[in-house]
């Protein structure tokens, strides 16, 4: 693979976590905030499908550490192990979960999305109890759609530039 295309894909991987947090951080209340749809995670997810192990990894603790500087958690690392986990996750059954039906892997990413929130919602009510909002679990579905959205994408996408 040439060099520029490996920077390309580089550009378009960061083009689309500054859009993501942007999307993430847009909402003006926190429970509108947790309600959408968990557009880092699912990207992580994602790229953590189509590419390397190291790179899979690295940017999902990169991606975790901003989360957790953006969301203002008193423990800096909460989300980064949680996306490192589900990045690991996924990549060990990577090959299986490629060859998934569409509604298969929605399900699977629907599932890591509710363990991501009861993680979140487990350590913030353990260590200093904020307001649990049921607003959380609507999360899920919306990022279940936004999967669907983003491997029509990212096929258009491919298809396109073969």
Known sequence: MPKNNLAQQ????????????????IAGSQVIQKALPAWPFVLTLYFSVSSRFFFSVFSAFIVGLIQDTLMSIPTLGLHAGIYVLAAFVIIVSRMQFKYLSLMSQTLVVGALVFVKILAVMLYESFFYSPPSHLWDFLSIPFSMLFWIVLRYFFLIFSKKYR
Not at 11 to 25: C, G, K, P, R, S
Request: charged share 5%; proline share 0%; aromatic share 24%.
């Open 10 to 25: 580089f550009l378009i991987v960061i083009v689309m976590m500054i859009l993501a947090f942007y999307f993430q951080e």
